[in-house]
């Protein structure tokens, strides 16, 4: 069954992992983490949610406020 969310920030993070078969010697199991999945297709998206969430617990972004991000 496919997951349903309220909206975009329930979709970051919890990206699956996968096995890379080819890579890998005999005998060693090999995943990657498909942070492309997240909805900007990048590991950014969990970091700038983990931040901006904090800003917001501790008063430093209040609703209104401009974020910028330099990358």
């Not at 993070?13 to 010697?25: D, E, F, M, S």
């Not at 950014?44 to 901006?52: C, F, N, P, V, W």
């Not at 501790?58 to 910028?68: A, F, N, R, S, W």
Request: proline residues 6%.
């Amino acid at each position: 069954m496919m997951a349903k969310y309220d909206n975009i920030l329930g979709t970051i993070g919890n990206t699956p992992v996968v096995r890379i078969n080819k890579l890998a010697p005999t005998g060693i199991n090999l995943y990657g983490k498909l942070e492309a999945f997240n909805p900007l297709s990048s590991v950014k998206d969990r970091l700038a949610l983990g931040i901006i969430e904090d800003a917001e617990r501790t008063g430093m972004l209040k609703p209104g406020q401009t974020v910028v991000e330099a990358t």
